[in-house]
């Protein structure tokens, strides 16, 4: 299934803010904020986000798990997230488990898209370059 022209266009705009600094030199960055990208509540978003947290930690290879807020440019629209260092086939995997359309995956310092429910991906340049404090 193809993502529409617009949503994926959101999501090639991404904005983060890290709890604090990733050492790994892989990881992903994955919600279960607003399934399917249905607004939901704050409470349903914290409670689904609280079952992917928990699978996360689940996962004995998984060295990393930050919390992100990832969003807009002024973080007027942001979703609570994590970034953990797991392999991009488990991670688009938790993805599709927690219905998120696409998830970011960065490798090397550069910051990649990726679709949870097809084959859409797209390089976004350097993560650097869309950390806010």
């Not at 704050?42 to 996360?56: D, G, P, S, T, V």
Request: with cysteine; net charge positive.
């Amino acid at each position: 299934m193809k993502i529409d022209t617009k949503m994926w266009q959101a999501y090639r705009e991404p904005f983060f803010r890290f709890s604090r600094e990733l050492t790994c030199r892989e990881f992903a960055i994955i919600t279960a904020w607003n399934p399917r990208s249905q607004l939901m509540s704050n409470e349903y978003n914290r409670i689904k986000n609280n079952a992917l947290e928990r699978r996360l930690r689940h996962y004995s290879y998984v060295s990393v798990s930050v919390s992100v807020l990832v969003g807009d440019a002024q973080f007027c629209w942001a979703e609570e997230s994590f970034a953990a260092a797991l392999p991009l086939v488990k991670a688009l995997s938790l993805g599709r488990e927690f219905a998120q359309n696409a998830i970011y995956y960065v490798r090397d310092g550069e910051l990649l898209l990726f679709s949870c429910q097809g084959t859409q991906k797209e390089h976004l340049g350097a993560l650097t370059s869309r950390c806010c404090e």
